[in-house]
C-alpha cells in the first residue's frame, strides 16, 4: 500500500529568503522513497509518482523482493548546490506510519543518495536494475564521501558522511540497458492513474518512450447547444522530454514550462500548442510562477510574473502573436524615468486621502506604453494574417 507522510520544518535557502520545505515518505513493496522538496505547485511530485509506478514493475518482473531499497532525493529547487548521486549498501531507516505510528524502521539494505534539481526516469531505473543486480560490487567498492550540507549548527559548518562507490561507476548503472526496462518504457503511465474523460477542457499527460505526453482530454464536446462525441479524445497535443511547471486554467488555456524560461502554450479546445518560447532573465532554480493576469481587450494577452527571489520580473504574452516580452517591468520604468524626466520630478504635498503627481504621471505614462505595444501586436497579427491568407 502506498503511504505518504508530511513533515514540516523552516530552511533558509537564501540570506533573505525564508521558506518551508517539505519531506515526503513513500513506501511501495521493499522500495522506500524519500525526498524533500520546497514547492509542491513543480511537477516533480508527479514524476516521482510516475517512477514509483514503474519501478515497482520492474522489482516484480525481475523478482527482486530480498533486498530492502531506500532512495532519498533532495531537490535543489534552487539550483544553488553541487549534483552528486551516492549509491551505497548499509543501515538505513525509513518511516511506515502504517506499521509504527510515528517510529523509524531501522532495516539493511541499497541505498541511494541524490541532490539534483531533476532526474531522467528511464536512467533511474538502469540505475536500480544495475544496483540490485550487483550488490556484492556495490558492497566491495564503496568508500567514504563527505557532503557539505551547506547549513551550520551555532556557528558549526554541517557536513554528512555517506559510503558510495566511484561516480564513475554510478554513470555506468546510469547509462545501461536492459530489455525489461524497455519493455516497461513502452507503457503509459498516467499523471492522474488513469485517462482523464470529462465534459469540460482540462488538461492531462502520460508518461511513455521517456517522454511527457500531453492529449486532447475531452471525451465530449459543446456543438451546437448539446454534447457531442470529440473525434480527437485521447490525440497527443504536445510531446516534450520534461516538465518543470504547469499552470492555467480551462479558460485561459495552460502553460507547459520545460525548463525556468522555456515554455509551451496550450490553448483552449485542444487546438495546436504554440512554442517554445522562452522569457528572458528569468533565474536558474526560481520559484513556481507567483501569478498570471489574462486580458482579452483591447487584445488577447497574458502577464506573467516570476519570482526571483529578491524582485519580480514581468513578461507580456501575446499568443495571437506568437510574441513575448521579456522584463516588461524594466522596460516599463526605464521608459517612464525617461519620459518623466526623474531626477526634476517634485512630490507634492498629499494626505492620506490623495497620492502623489509622480504616480499619477507614471501610471498615465504606463498605460500609453501597453497601447503602444498592444499597438504594434495588432500590427503583427494583421501581417501574420495577410501572410497566412496568401
Not at 488513469?194 to 465530449?220: A, L, W
Request: charged fraction near 25%; include cysteine; aromatic fraction near 14%.
Amino acid at each position: 500500500m502506498r503511504k505518504t507522510l508530511l513533515i514540516v520544518f523552516t530552511f533558509v535557502c537564501t540570506a533573505t529568503y525564508a521558506h518551508e520545505d517539505i519531506r515526503i515518505s513513500i513506501n511501495k513493496g521493499n522500495v522506500h522513497f524519500e525526498y524533500l522538496m520546497g514547492w509542491e505547485q513543480f511537477e516533480i511530485n508527479h514524476k516521482i509518482d510516475i517512477l514509483l509506478e514503474l519501478s515497482t514493475k520492474l522489482l516484480i518482473s525481475k523478482g527482486y523482493n530480498a533486498t530492502p531499497f531506500y532512495i532519498y532525493f533532495r531537490h535543489d529547487y534552487t539550483k544553488r548546490d553541487t549534483s552528486y548521486y551516492a549509491l551505497g549498501f548499509g543501515e538505513f531507516s525509513y518511516w511506515d506510519y502504517e506499521k509504527t505510528k510515528s517510529k523509524d524502521i531501522v532495516t539493511t539494505g541499497l541505498k541511494l543518495i541524490i541532490r539534483d534539481r531533476g532526474f531522467d526516469i528511464k536512467e533511474m531505473l538502469n540505475l536500480i536494475n544495475s544496483a540490485l543486480m550487483n550488490i556484492n560490487i556495490i558492497k566491495a567498492n564503496q568508500k567514504q564521501l563527505i557532503i557539505d550540507l551547506h547549513s551550520n549548527d551555532n556557528g558549526v559548518l554541517q557536513y554528512d558522511t555517506l559510503y558510495t562507490i566511484s561516480s564513475d561507476l554510478v554513470k555506468k548503472f546510469l547509462n545501461s540497458k536492459d530489455t525489461t526496462i524497455e519493455r516497461l518504457m513502452n507503457e503509459k503511465i498516467y499523471r492522474n492513474y488513469k485517462p482523464i474523460r470529462s465534459g469540460v477542457d482540462t488538461i492531462d499527460y502520460y508518461f511513455q518512450n521517456d517522454k511527457f505526453h500531453f492529449y486532447d482530454t475531452r471525451d465530449e464536446e459543446w456543438v451546437a447547444g448539446d454534447y457531442v462525441k470529440n473525434q480527437n479524445y485521447g490525440k497527443n497535443i504536445l510531446d516534450v522530454n520534461n516538465i518543470l511547471e504547469i499552470f492555467g486554467s480551462d479558460n485561459d488555456g495552460h502553460f507547459v514550462f520545460i525548463d525556468d524560461s522555456t515554455f509551451y502554450y496550450l490553448p483552449l479546445n485542444g487546438d495546436k500548442f504554440r512554442g517554445p518560447f522562452k522569457v528572458d532573465s528569468v533565474r536558474a532554480g526560481r520559484p513556481p510562477t507567483r501569478k498570471y493576469y489574462h486580458e482579452n481587450q483591447p487584445i488577447n494577452r497574458f502577464t506573467l510574473f516570476f519570482d526571483n527571489y529578491r524582485f519580480y520580473n514581468k513578461a507580456l504574452f501575446f499568443p495571437d502573436s506568437n510574441l513575448v516580452i521579456s522584463n516588461f517591468d524594466k522596460i516599463e520604468d526605464d521608459l517612464i524615468n525617461k519620459l518623466i524626466g526623474k531626477e526634476d520630478i517634485k512630490w507634492e504635498e498629499h494626505t492620506s486621502n490623495t497620492r502623489p503627481k509622480k504616480e499619477d504621471d507614471k501610471n498615465n505614462v504606463a498605460h500609453f506604453i501597453l497601447l503602444t505595444i498592444l499597438a504594434v501586436s495588432i500590427v503583427l497579427n494583421l501581417y501574420l494574417l495577410s501572410r497566412k491568407r496568401k
